[in-house]
Nanobody, 122 residues
Framework: QVQLVESGGGLVQPGGSLRLSCAAS????????MRWYRQAPGKQREWVAL???????NYADSVKGRFTISRDNAKNTVYLEMNSLKPEDEAVYYC????????????????WGRGTQVTVSS
């Protein structure tokens, strides 16, 4: 099975920047879609960013203009570049990938990482 591993989380001051990575194990995959989510204590999980297999992006209003999602297909990796971080960005960040498992359109599975902690504090 595919395993997703997030990295890059840590402590950053308000206004700072951080880059998260999420790598899928195994050989190079055909990734149909990539998403980032986050969940803060006491809050519901929130969708943050989308990158489709065709290369289009979309963002939650709360991060639009500050966060950028990108990919490296050769490394089976999705990134989230976070700039101008705010205390309300503090959360565990999770990546999600829809990965093709066969030649047909129905042959795809969703995978989740275990999360990486982002702490924004002065």
């Amino acid at each position: 099975q595919v395993q997703l591993v997030e990295s890059g989380g840590g402590l950053v001051q308000p206004g700072g920047s951080l880059r998260l990575s999420c790598a899928a194990s195994g050989s190079q995959f055909s990734i149909n879609a990539m998403r980032w989510y986050r969940q803060a204590p006491g809050k519901q999980r929130e969708w943050v960013a989308l990158l489709t297999g065709g290369g289009t992006t979309n963002y939650a209003d709360s991060v639009k203009g500050r966060f950028t999602i990108s990919r490296d297909n050769a490394k089976n990796t999705v990134y989230l570049e976070m700039n101008s971080l705010k205390p309300e960005d503090e959360a565990v960040y999770y990546c999600n990938m829809i990965i093709a498992t066969g030649p047909m359109a129905r042959d795809e599975n969703a995978y989740w990482g275990r999360g990486t902690q982002v702490t924004v504090s002065s």
